[in-house]
């Protein structure tokens, strides 16, 4: 008995790879067609009469499984998720990984369509939905922006090299700077499209200001981590967007044996954690109160600068998420009024022994700073 349709397409700039498997109750995955198309809207009209073709039996459930390729994949994944189909996008890691456990030797584009057909017939993977028009042009406006900061900075490196070198070459340094120039105007001209473009809508405008009152947080980092994040639309928690980003630790253990040192993954958007590079030293510099509370705690452990500025990243992020759900103002002494509010309750109750007050008021501190407890996770903005 089929328990489940899986269609898995390999997809490059001219033409796709489609495979249809099903499986069964006893886990039995079996292949049934295959498929080849150009990857034009000509070619999804031709996918759409194949699917319908083999997917007969309506009520069982059937997923569409791709591989994230560059920009190629868009087109193809938006035609099918409005035709209402349900579709995953897999990281090509993960897509190759899976085809080395199933023993998979080979590889070209019919068998990677194989296999994505037999991993969406065997797992249950994410559902794919797209990116909202407004944050996909912000996405593009900022990726741009560090594509502009990248090449100025290896055209700086050139220039710098060849004033130093033995003989200058006043023609070629000369076109070089005015390089540079070119390049200084048109980051110019895109800050000021970015600005432009979240000013277009008042409740993210509302929402960008609210954030960017932490010092050391500008236009420029939000603008980055919402596009990233399409506004943060399809994250339920603050795990879920730390994962993303590649914040989450990773540890190897086995037995008695460690190996190697506890470290973020790094399996993540790497925008993101560019971005908030340098405003973590920021409100280091300008010792924002729980950032920079969180920072020498953890230096003071293990006396590594720069992992505890990553943590003071994380912490970046996560504030930043809960500011834009909530949409709350900043609050740099918010920690300290959740302290005045415990002392004042537990005076009314009666407890006499301040130290011990003090004490669990330190205690609730560290849990909303450092260890994000679930207890505080709702009513606490810094997070």
């Known amino acids: 008995m089929t328990i489940k349709y899986s269609i898995g397409l390999d997809i490059s700039s001219k033409k796709v790879n489609g495979s249809i498997s099903l499986i069964d109750d006893n886990q039995k995955v079996t292949v049934k067609s295959s498929i080849l198309f150009c990857n034009t809207l000509k070619g999804f009209s031709e996918l759409s009469l194949w699917i319908k073709k083999w997917h007969t039996q309506l009520e069982i459930p059937l997923v569409i499984c791709m591989e994230a390729t560059g920009v190629y994949h868009e087109n ?92 200058e070459n006043k023609a070629v340094v000369q076109q070089l700077k005015k390089v540079v120039q070119l390049f200084d105007k048109q980051i110019k001209e895109l800050e000021k499209i970015i600005k432009k473009h979240l ?57 008695s044996s460690v190996i190697g040192k506890t470290r973020i993954s790094k399996k993540g958007n790497s925008h993101i954690r560019r971005a908030l590079f340098m405003p973590a030293f920021t409100v280091v510099k300008y010792k924002e109160p729980s950032f920079f509370g969180l920072y020498e705690r953890t230096y003071a452990k293990h006396a590594i600068k720069m992992k505890s500025y990553v943590a003071v990243q994380k912490k970046l992020l996560t504030t930043i998420y809960h500011l834009w759900k909530k949409n709350q103002e900043y609050n740099p002494n918010y920690i300290f009024i959740i302290q005045e509010k415990e002392q004042e309750l537990s005076s009314l109750l009666g407890f006499e022994k301040a130290e011990s007050t003090q004490k669990n008021s330190l205690n609730q501190v560290e849990a909303i700073q450092g260890k994000h407890s679930l207890k505080n996770h709702s009513r606490l903005p810094l997070c």
């Open 76 to 167: 193809c994944a938006l035609y099918l998720f409005e035709k209402g189909y349900d579709v995953s996008i897999i990281l090509p890691n993960k897509a190759k990984h899976y085809l080395i456990s199933i023993g998979l030797k080979s590889k070209n584009d019919s068998i990677d369509a194989k296999g994505l057909s037999k991993m969406g017939a065997e797992r249950c993977l994410d559902l794919w939905q797209p990116a909202g028009k407004y944050f996909y042009e912000l996405r593009q406006y900022t990726r741009q922006h560090q594509n502009l900061q990248e090449q100025k900075t290896v055209i700086k490196n050139q220039l710098h090299a060849l004033e130093f070198g033995m003989y």
């Open 199 to 255: 000013e277009s809508d008042e409740i993210v405008k509302q929402k960008v200001e609210n954030i960017c009152q932490i010092k050391g947080i500008g236009i420029l980092t939000v603008a980055t981590i919402l596009a990233e994040t399409n506004g943060f639309e399809l994250f339920k928690n603050y795990k879920q967007l730390i994962s993303y980003s590649g914040f989450d630790v990773v540890e190897r253990e086995s037995g």
